[in-house]
């Protein structure tokens, strides 16, 4: 494959449905995970090519 697959062909695979359910895990929140890594991934890529660190929101405390 040439080509990366988008979340909604990653969560119809059969395969991959075959290890969610095998792990308990719904479809639904294994989508939500892949949703919030590519957001994540997202403004990364927009911090390290921009520069603005502000882009980047907390949402937890940074331990020391």
């Known amino acids: ?19 969610l359910k095998a792990d308990n895990v719904p479809p639904a929140a294994f989508a939500q995970l ?8 997202r403004i990364q890529l927009e911090v390290a090519t921009s520069g603005r ?6 949402s937890e405390p940074e331990f020391a």
């Not at 040439?2 to 991959?16: A, G, L, Y």
């Not at 892949?34 to 991934?41: P, Q």
């Open 34 to 41: 892949l949703e919030s890594a590519a957001r994540l991934r």
């Open 1 to 19: 494959m040439d080509t990366e697959m988008t979340i909604s062909e990653i969560v119809s695979d059969p395969m991959i449905g075959l290890v």
């Open 53 to 58: 660190k502000s882009a980047i929101k907390k």
